[in-house]
Nanobody, 118 residues
Framework: QVQLVESGGGLVQTGGSLRLSCVAS????????MGWFRQGPGKEHEFVAY????????YYTDSVKGRFTISRDNAKNTVYLEMNSLKPDDTAVYYC???????????RGQGTQVTVSS
């Protein structure tokens, strides 16, 4: 059983930056593909980014490409999401997920709120 705890959310102005962290406890995450999802007000749950096990290949949804960067530190059992040039449309609860298979996952954290003011 993997437990995930996100942190780093907050209120930021348009154009600002935030760095989200996701610390995992339980089994080491190095064998899992890890990812971030989000759900904005009145919106559906949405995939944001993933980073694969092993070589750490990354993939992003189109709306965040060039602005967000996902990374992992297996020694710290931690995954990060660096978010730059934030827009009001990025406002959402951001969730860390583990053991992704396509758009599904086996484990998910409780989420951290990101609010971008215009």
């Amino acid at each position: 059983q993997v437990q995930l705890v996100e942190s780093g959310g907050g209120l930021v102005q348009t154009g600002g930056s935030l760095r989200l962290s996701c610390v995992a406890s339980g089994p080491a995450i190095r064998t899992y593909t890890m990812g971030w999802f989000r759900q904005g007000p009145g919106k559906e749950h949405e995939f944001v980014a993933y980073i694969s096990q092993g070589p750490g290949d990354t993939y992003y949804t189109d709306s965040v490409k060039g602005r967000f960067t996902i990374s992992r530190d297996n020694a710290k059992n931690t995954v990060y999401l660096e978010m730059n040039s934030l827009k009001p449309d990025d406002t959402a609860v951001y969730y860390c997920a583990a053991n992704l298979k396509g758009a599904t996952y086996k484990y998910r954290g409780q989420g951290t709120q990101v609010t971008v003011s215009s």
